[in-house]
């Protein structure tokens, strides 16, 4: 019985993550006129802006985030891992492509910049960025912008 109360009582004070203030920025951006594009990722949005710096065309979509997708992209955040890397690299100062990711909450911000080189260093955090510019990566195929 005295078990059985153990669980109970470690069941219910058990605390859940609280993700309520918790945003996920992710984005890239490339040389040679081929623009930049973002998603910003909260509990209740999805908001994905494109721009391109040559021929001047902007553009933004809102959506609904859904419980089930908020969900899975939470699961994936690490803030003692993410916190721990620091990369910024800078290949678009040469031509070249850099992709983000930054992650806020409350007064806690922490952006990783990385190009296609530094993937070794971003393994520990690879399901979370694979899982955002999947999300990017859909709106940008969207045909409806």
């Known amino acids: 019985m005295a078990g059985m109360l153990l669980l109970l009582w470690a069941i219910s004070c058990r605390k859940e993550r609280d993700t309520s203030g918790l945003v996920i920025i992710g984005g890239s951006v490339c040389g040679w006129c081929a623009g930049e594009d973002s998603v910003i990722l909260t509990e ?3 908001n994905y802006r494109y721009m391109d710096p040559c021929d001047h065309r902007a553009y933004s979509k809102l959506s ?6 908020w969900n899975e992209l939470t699961g994936k955040v690490d803030l003692e891992i993410f916190s721990g890397i620091y990369l910024n690299t800078c290949n678009v100062c040469a031509d070249g492509c850099d992709k983000w990711i930054t992650i806020r909450n409350g007064s806690y911000s922490h952006t990783i910049r990385y190009g296609n080189q530094d993937s070794a260093m971003i393994q520990s955090i690879e399901p979370l960025v694979n899982q955002v510019d999947s999300i990017r990566n859909s709106f940008r195929n969207r045909k409806d912008l």
């Open 44 to 46: 209740d949005r999805m």
């Open 64 to 69: 609904h985030m859904d419980n089930e997708t």
